[in-house]
C-alpha cells in the first residue's frame, strides 16, 4: 500500500473507482496548507460526513496542529474514545448497551465484536493500534461544556474584556465586535433587538465606549451603565430623549434576570475564553478544543458560539502572519450560524474569519446536513470542498450554484451534476482549488471509535476531576500591603510610634505616598525610601529594545548602612499612581532621623542606579538553530508555541525545496521510462512481423520444393535463401527486445533509488526538526547609560 506517513500532508482515505465500486490503491493526502483557505463538508445523515471530519481532526492533531471545535450535536467526544490495544475491556464501557440487545449480545459479547469490527477497519486502511497510540501523544483532547460542569467548565467574563492595545486602533473591527457582542447578551436576555434598535445601540456604545479607553466590563457593570451611561448622548440626541431612564431600567432588569437565573453562575466560573492557552497546554502541547454545546437552549448556543468566535477574531489580528497551517477552528453543524439571509451574532466574526484567516494561517472547517441554509456568497473564497450524498434534488442543486461559484468558472457542472448523483456511503467529491481536477474518493477509518453523541455523563466520565473544578483566575495584583513584601521590614505599630499628623519633612525631600489596594479608614503609613527609574535593554543581535519603568522601596535599617538597596523590594505600581498627598485621617509610623536628612538622598540615589544596573536583569529564551529569541515577558509556553510555528515553517520550506530539488530529474526519468517502454512495445511488434513474414518465406520455400514442377530450381533455391536471411533477422529483432528490456530495467532501478534519495532526504528534514535544540536561557544586563533614575525620596507605604 502506499506510504502515507507524509511531512504536511493528511491522510484522508483512497482514491475510489465509481464504474466498479471500489476504493483504488492510491491514498488521498490533503497538503495542510490548502486548509488555510477554508473548507466546507456537505452530506446527508449517513453520508460519512462525521467520519471524514474526525479524521481531519485526527490528522491536524497527528501533524501537531491543534484545533477548536465547536460541537452542537454531541459527536465530537468521540474523538477521546481512542484505544491502542484494541481490546473489548477499552471498547465495553463505550457501546451502546441497546444496541447490545437488539442484536442479541450481550454488553461484553457486542464489545468484543466492536473491538475487532475496529481493529479489521484499521487494517484495511493500513491503520493499527500504534497509530492511534501517535495521535494520543501527539496533541491533548479535552471537552469543554460552558453552563455546566460535566465537561471542563467555562468562564465567560474574559469575553468582555477589553482587546488589546493593538486591536482597538482598528474602528471597523472594534464596532463589529461590540456589536457582535450586544446582540450575544440582549439574545439571551430574550430580547430580538435587531442591530440599530435603540436597546442594540445602547448596549454596543456601551462595551466599545469602555473598550475604546481599555477598560474591561461585566455583566453587573453593564447592568449599572445601562441605568447611567457615562455619556449623555447617543450620536447627536440627547440620551434621555433617545432612551428614557424608566425604558433603560426595564432593560437593565431584563439583563440583570441572567444573572438572577439558576444555574447561571456557572458560566461565570471555569477556565477563561482565551484562545491562546485552548490551544496550547501550559507545557506548549498542542490540544483538540472540544467546545460540547448539545445541552444549551437555543439561545444560550447563540450567545456562546458569537462569544467564542468574537475571542478567536481577537486573538488572530493580534498573531503574525504565515503561510502555514497554525490552528484550525471547525464547527460540526453550521446550520442557523451562517444563514444566506439572517444576521445572527455568529454571522459577522465568521465572515471575519473566513475573509482574513488565511493571512494569518487559521484554517477555518465548516460542516452541515443541510445545502440551503448556508450563505454560499459568505463561501465564495472557500477553497477546498467535500461533497457528499446530498438528500434532495434541491440539495444538489444548491450545492452545484455554490460550488460554481467557488470555482469560478473552472467547474464542469454537469460532470460534478453525475459524480454527485452516484456517489456511495463514505464516498466524497473533493473539490481543490490548489489542484488540477476534482477526487473521488473515499474516507479511511477513523482512529477514534464512533460511538455517536455523547451523554453528560459520559463527559463526565472523560474529564479528569481536577480539570472540571472551576479555575481559579489570577486577579492583578493589589497597589499596596498584598503587594509588599516582609523585605520591607515592617515594624508593629504601636501607640508610641503611631501619630495621627504628617511627619515635618525638611525642604529638598520629596515625599510620595502609595495608595492603599483597598482603602481602610485610617489608613496607616509606614516610611521607606522610594526610588523610581526607567532601565533599558538593547540588543541589535537579538532584536531587542526594552524599556522596563520600575519602582522599588528599600526599608530603614539601623545598622551602619541606613539604605540597603539590596533588601527593596518591587512595587506593582508606576509613577502615575503615587500621590503627593494622604488622605485625611491617616496615621504614620516615625521616620528615622536618616530620613529626614536631604543630603543622604542625593547618595541613595547614585547607589539606587548602581544597584539597578547590577541587579535588573532581562530574561530570556532562545532557540538558536531557528534563530528565534523570546519577546521580554513572554512565557515559555508562549515562547514554544511560536518555536514551534517556527518549525513548521521552516519544515514546511524544507520539504518544497526537497520536492523542487527532485522534480526535474523525476521528470526525466519519467519520460526516459515512458520511451524506453515505447521502445519495448515497438521492439516486440517488429520481431512478431518478422516471425510471421520468416514462417511464410520458409513454408514456401518447402511447398515449391515438394510440389514443383523440378526437384531443384533457381527460384526455389531464391526462396530458400530469403527465407534463411529471414530467421536472421527475426534473431536480431529479438536482441534489439532483449537490449530494450535491459535498457527500461536499468530506468526503473534508477527510479527506484531517485524514491529512495526522496526517502532519505524526507527522513533527513524529519530528524533535523525532531532533534531541535534545546532552549537556550539568557540574561541581559542593561548597559552603561541605560538606567536612567527618576526620582529618589521619602515613601510611604499603607499597611
Not at 490552528?327 to 465568521?350: C, H, Q, R, T
Request: glycine share 8%; net charge neutral; with cysteine.
Amino acid at each position: 500500500m502506499q506510504d502515507f506517513e507524509k511531512l504536511g500532508l493528511f491522510y484522508l482515505g483512497r482514491r475510489y473507482d465509481m464504474a466498479s465500486g471500489k476504493a483504488l490503491d492510491e491514498a488521498v493526502l490533503y497538503d495542510s496548507r490548502d486548509l488555510v483557505t477554508h473548507a466546507v463538508c456537505v452530506g446527508m445523515t449517513g453520508s460519512g460526513k462525521t467520519g471524514l471530519c474526525l479524521s481531519l481532526i485526527e490528522e491536524a492533531a497527528i501533524d501537531g496542529v491543534p484545533v477548536i471545535a465547536i460541537d452542537p450535536k454531541g459527536d465530537l467526544g468521540n474523538l477521546l474514545l481512542t484505544f491502542p490495544q484494541l481490546s473489548a475491556s477499552e471498547f465495553r464501557p463505550w457501546v451502546d448497551e441497546d444496541e447490545a440487545r437488539r442484536k442479541g449480545q450481550t454488553a461484553e459479547a457486542f464489545a468484543a465484536a466492536e473491538a475487532e469490527r475496529w481493529r479489521a477497519g484499521l487494517a484495511d486502511w493500513g491503520e493499527d493500534g500504534a497509530r492511534i497510540e501517535r495521535l494520543k501523544g501527539a496533541a491533548e483532547f479535552t471537552i469543554y461544556t460552558p453552563g455546566s460542569r460535566a465537561g471542563v467548565p467555562v468562564s465567560i467574563l474574559s469575553s468582555f474584556n477589553a482587546p488589546p492595545a493593538a486591536a482597538r486602533t482598528d474602528g471597523e473591527a472594534m464596532a463589529e465586535r461590540a456589536a457582535s457582542t450586544a446582540t450575544s447578551v440582549l439574545s439571551l436576555a430574550g430580547l430580538d433587538a435587531a442591530p440599530r434598535s435603540r436597546e442594540h445601540t445602547l448596549v454596543s456604545s456601551l462595551f466599545g465606549a469602555a473598550w475604546a479607553q481599555g477598560r474591561d466590563l461585566d455583566l453587573a457593570t453593564l447592568i449599572q451603565q445601562v441605568q447611567t451611561p457615562p455619556f449623555t448622548k447617543i450620536g447627536v440626541v440627547d440620551l434621555d430623549s433617545f432612551f428614557p431612564a424608566q425604558d433603560r431600567f426595564d432593560l437593565a432588569m431584563r439583563i440583570n434576570g441572567l444573572l438572577a437565573a439558576p444555574g447561571f453562575a456557572q458560566w461565570m466560573e471555569g477556565v477563561p475564553l482565551d484562545p491562546a492557552s485552548l490551544l496550547y497546554t501550559p507545557k506548549g502541547t498542542p490540544r483538540v478544543a472540544i467546545f460540547s454545546i448539545a445541552h444549551l437552549g437555543d439561545a444560550e448556543r447563540m450567545f456562546f458560539v458569537s462569544l467564542l468566535l468574537n475571542q478567536i477574531v481577537a486573538w488572530m489580528r493580534g498573531q503574525t502572519g504565515t503561510t502555514s497551517l497554525r490552528a484550525v477552528i471547525y464547527m460540526d453543524e453550521i446550520m442557523g450560524y451562517f444563514p444566506p439571509v439572517a444576521n445572527p451574532a455568529s454571522k459577522a466574526p465568521l465572515m471575519t474569519l473566513l475573509k482574513q484567516g488565511r493571512a494569518f494561517g487559521l484554517g477555518v472547517v465548516l460542516a452541515t446536513q443541510n445545502p440551503v441554509d448556508l450563505d454560499y456568497k459568505g463561501l465564495a473564497n472557500t477553497g477546498t470542498w467535500f461533497l457528499g450524498r446530498l438528500q434532495t434534488e434541491r440539495d444538489k442543486a444548491r450545492m452545484l450554484d455554490g460550488l460554481e461559484g467557488a470555482a469560478a468558472g473552472s467547474m464542469d457542472r454537469a460532470e460534478t451534476d453525475r459524480l454527485l448523483s452516484a456517489l456511495d456511503k463514505r464516498v466524497f467529491l473533493l473539490h481543490n482549488v490548489h489542484d488540477k481536477a476534482p477526487v473521488v474518493f473515499q474516507t479511511r477509518w477513523t482512529l477514534s471509535y464512533l460511538r455517536g453523541p455523547l451523554s453528560r455523563d459520559q463527559i463526565r466520565a472523560l474529564t479528569p476531576e481536577a480539570a472540571a473544578q472551576p479555575a481559579d483566575v489570577a486577579s492583578r495584583p493589589p497597589v499596596a500591603a498584598e503587594r509588599k513584601s516582609a523585605a520591607i521590614g515592617e515594624r508593629p505599630m504601636t501607640a508610641a510610634t503611631a501619630q495621627t499628623s504628617a511627619p515635618i519633612v525638611p525642604p529638598g525631600i520629596q515625599q510620595f505616598f502609595v495608595p492603599a489596594a483597598a482603602p481602610s479608614n485610617p489608613v496607616r503609613y509606614s516610611p521607606v525610601v522610594l526610588g523610581a527609574a526607567r532601565v533599558s535593554f538593547g540588543d541589535t543581535k537579538l532584536g531587542i529594545d526594552e524599556v522596563r519603568d520600575v519602582v522599588y522601596a528599600a526599608p530603614f535599617g539601623s545598622g551602619a548602612v541606613a539604605v540597603d538597596w539590596t533588601r527593596a523590594t518591587a512595587l506593582d505600581v508606576t509613577t502615575a499612581d503615587l500621590r503627593d498627598a494622604a488622605p485625611a485621617g491617616a496615621t504614620y509610623e516615625e521616620v528615622p532621623a536618616v530620613g529626614l536628612q536631604a543630603k543622604n538622598y542625593t547618595a541613595w540615589n547614585k547607589d539606587f542606579a548602581k544597584w539597578l544596573s547590577q541587579s535588573e536583569k532581562l530574561e530570556l529564551m532562545r532557540q538558536r538553530d531557528l534563530k528565534v529569541t523570546s519577546h521580554p515577558g513572554e512565557s515559555e509556553r508562549d515562547f514554544q508555541v511560536r518555536v514551534r510555528d517556527a518549525q513548521r515553517v521552516a519544515r514546511d520550506a524544507a520539504v518544497d525545496a526537497v520536492r523542487k530539488k527532485f522534480a526535474a530529474r523525476q521528470a526525466q526519468l519519467e519520460e526516459q521510462r515512458r520511451r524506453a517502454a515505447a521502445s519495448v512495445e515497438r521492439e516486440s511488434a517488429q520481431a512478431s512481423q518478422q516471425k510471421l513474414q520468416t514462417g511464410l518465406s520458409v513454408g514456401a520455400t518447402i511447398l515449391g520444393a515438394l510440389f514443383g514442377r523440378k526437384a531443384i530450381g533457381v527460384g526455389s533455391l531464391g526462396r530458400a535463401t530469403t527465407a534463411a536471411r529471414g530467421v536472421g533477422r527475426s534473431m536480431k529483432e529479438t536482441d534489439d527486445i532483449r537490449r530494450a528490456n535491459e535498457n527500461l530495467s536499468v530506468l526503473e532501478e534508477r527510479a527506484r533509488a531517485l524514491e529512495e534519495e526522496v526517502a532519505q532526504e524526507t527522513r533527513r528534514i524529519t530528524e533535523q526538526f525532531n532533534a531541535a535544540g534545546e532552549l537556550e536561557r539568557l540574561s541581559l544586563a542593561p548597559k552603561r547609560g541605560q538606567v536612567a533614575v527618576q526620582l529618589v525620596g521619602l515613601g510611604w507605604l499603607p499597611e
